[in-house]
C-alpha cells in the first residue's frame, strides 16, 4: 500500500554531511508521524528523529544540533540532513511512516547505508 524509498546515503569523512532522502508512493499528508530509524549490527534499531503532524519533531540526543527532519508536501519526500557527521553515526538508516487514517499501519523503507570514516 505504501512504499517508502530511501537515497543519499554514502561514505563521508567524520565532521562531513549527508542529506537522506526518503520519497513516499502516496500524499505524505496521509501519514501521521514520518521520521528515521538507524540500525547497527547487533544492536536494536533505534529513533534517529521523527515529525508528527500538529506535534512537531523528536530527535535522538544523540543527535540533537547535528541533524534535522524536514518534510516536502509537494515532492511526498521527507530529508534528514545530517551535519557534523560522527564515526558512531556510521548504521543502516531506514525511513518510517505511520498512518492512523486511510493506509492505517507502520511502514519501512529497505534502508541506506551511511558510512562514516576517514
Known amino acids: 500500500q505504501v512504499q517508502l524509498v530511501e537515497s543519499g546515503g554514502g561514505l563521508v569523512q567524520p565532521g562531513g554531511s549527508l542529506r537522506l532522502s526518503c520519497a513516499a508512493s502516496?500524499?505524505?499528508?496521509?501519514?501521521?508521524?514520518m521520521g528515521w530509524y538507524r540500525q547497527t549490527p547487533g544492536k536494536e534499531r533505534e529513533l534517529v528523529a521523527t515529525n508528527t503532524r500538529g506535534e512537531g519533531t523528536d530527535y535522538a540526543d544523540s543527535v540533537k544540533g547535528r541533524f534535522s527532519i524536514s518534510r516536502d508536501n509537494g515532492k511526498n519526500t521527507v530529508y534528514l540532513q545530517m551535519n557534523n557527521l560522527k564515526p558512531e553515526d556510521t548504521s543502516i538508516y531506514y525511513c518510517?511512516?505511520?498512518?492512523?487514517?486511510?493506509?492505517?499501519?507502520?511502514?519501512w523503507g529497505q534502508g541506506t547505508q551511511v558510512t562514516v570514516s576517514s
Open positions: 502516496v500524499s505524505i499528508f496521509l501519514l501521521d508521524t
Open positions: 518510517y511512516g505511520r498512518s492512523t487514517t486511510v493506509f492505517r499501519g507502520i511502514y
